[in-house]
């Protein structure tokens, strides 16, 4: 469903270490999943993505696993940095007609030294 | 180089003064968005133009409209801005359905 919280779930993560954020998405339709970043102040970042007939994709430092038979959406970074704290957010791409995405309710990643 | 841009940054209007932001691209996509994101939350589609068709979602005020003159420009109005309304515009584009949105980085809209 629609995201609605007010207060943003927290990972607190020291540089270096591997960080983990997961999601749990609304519709077992859905077709193509996306992780944004979001820094303060700015818009949010495409990340990567990954689609339904995949279970797993790799980027740079970043791996994005799917699990379709619990609706389950995660984001591994490897050797975090404090560069990449920011609020992620997953989204959901919602097969209906056309591209809507429907975000998740994000989480704030705070890395520190 | 920003390939989609927001102007103004920050724009502050009086309760129920119009108010128009503007989004442009580089990107020449098919599909241009506009979410609103208020403090610590998720952003909420308003509505999508994909080329001209203009897709309005269910639960998006009447005061808020859209405007597409061409494929690089696409316009918010808020036509009697109210003091909820106060909250980060994002214009978002995708090349087509099913395929990654490309974000500004919004304007933030205050009223006073």
């Known amino acids: 469903g629609e995201s609605v919280g007010l207060h943003l779930p927290t990972l607190s993560v020291q540089e270096g270490d591997n960080s983990i954020i997961n999601c749990a998405y609304s519709n077992s339709a859905s077709d193509y999943f996306i992780w944004y970043k979001q820094e303060s102040g700015k818009g949010p970042q495409f990340i990567i993505d990954?689609?339904?007939?995949?279970d797993k994709r790799q980027g740079q430092r970043v791996t994005v696993l799917l699990n379709k038979t619990v609706k389950h959406l995660s984001l591994q970074i490897a050797a975090t940095q404090p560069g990449d704290s920011a609020v992620y957010f997953c989204a959901e791409n919602f097969v209906g007609g056309y591209n809507k995405l429907i975000f998740g309710a994000g989480t704030r990643l705070a890395v520190h030294p | 180089d920003a390939m989609v841009i927001q102007n103004p940054r920050y724009q502050v209007t009086q309760f129920g003064k119009p108010v128009t932001l503007s989004c442009s691209q580089t990107l020449n996509h098919n599909v241009m968005y506009w979410y609103q994101q208020k403090s610590s939350q998720a952003p909420k589609l308003l509505f999508h133009?994909?080329?001209?068709?203009?897709?309005n979602e269910a639960d998006t005020p009447d005061n808020f409209q859209s405007r597409r003159p061409n494929t690089s420009f696409c316009f918010l109005d808020i036509r009697s801005p109210g003091l909820g309304d106060a909250a980060m515009y994002l214009c978002?584009?995708?090349?087509?359905?099913?395929?990654?949105?490309?974000f500004g980085d919004g304007t933030r809209l205050s009223i006073l």
């Open positions: 978002a584009t995708s090349r087509d359905k099913n395929q990654p949105q490309h």
């Open positions: 133009y994909y080329d001209k068709d203009f897709n």
């Open positions: 990954i689609r339904s007939n995949m």
